[in-house]
């Protein structure tokens, strides 16, 4: 697979949320506006590139019985690295993301590449998958946020847009509106693309990427919870 192949299948045909229903958790919880999207989504980034080049360097260093907890380590590292950028150079999207930047550390698409891809692969080709993955996942949660905000409070990227046009759907902005706008963009994947983007194998921990190392540390439930 070519270096560009690595970037768009993270971003089109294996979507970590879309289409792989990866991340649900940050998906639906901090999606109440576009930008709080793309925070989310570039720092989870950040952390998925980083721990990936890190893994694949160390691929052939870490003990395999210890590989999955190694992981969690590096992942763990750069999770605090980038909620220490936050909190010095974007308070306000630290406060808006709260506890879900430490949450980062069990995200289910970076612990899943971790074990799937760096493990295996060279050290650019892990980059790659990286940016490609997050990548997907930003524009998941942007698109998320953006609809959210639009239908719920008017306005996008805190610019009011709609003015006195129409009266804000309030309930876009809490979980009821995004349980239905994630549905809403699930099936309108599957339909045009026939039922053929989503597989019944990627439900449950039989299609997870992590499965294997999450049955290891007792994160099963966690897992089909989507985390």
Not at 171 to 198: D, E
Request: glycine letters at 12%; one cysteine or more.
């Amino acid at each position: 697979m070519n270096k560009l192949s690595l970037i768009t299948n993270g971003i089109i045909k294996e979507n970590p949320v879309l289409i792989l229903l990866l991340g649900t958790c940050p998906t639906l919880a901090v999606t109440t506006s576009a930008i709080n999207g793309l925070g989310m989504g570039f720092s989870t980034m950040a952390v998925l590139v980083s721990s990936n080049i890190v893994i694949a360097l160390l691929k052939n260093i870490i003990p395999d019985k210890v590989r999955i907890p190694s992981f969690i380590v590096v992942i763990a590292g750069f999770v605090t690295i980038v909620g220490l950028l936050l909190q010095a150079y974007a308070p306000e999207i630290n406060e808006a993301l709260g506890l879900f930047i430490p949450l980062i550390v069990v995200n289910c698409i970076i612990l899943g590449r971790a074990e799937m891809f760096a493990s295996k692969n060279k050290v650019i080709d892990s980059a790659f998958d990286g940016i490609g993955m997050g990548l997907g996942f930003t524009f998941a949660l942007f698109l998320m946020g953006s609809i959210r905000e639009f239908l719920g409070s008017g306005a996008w990227m805190g610019l009011k847009l709609t003015a006195n046009l129409y009266d804000p759907i309030s309930v876009f902005m809490l979980a009821p509106g995004a349980f239905f706008t994630y549905g809403c963009l699930v099936a309108l994947i599957n339909y045009v693309s026939k039922g053929k983007a989503i597989k019944k194998t990627d439900f449950g921990c039989e299609g997870c990427p992590s499965a294997a190392g999450c049955q290891q540390i007792g994160m099963s439930a966690d897992c089909n919870r989507g985390l």
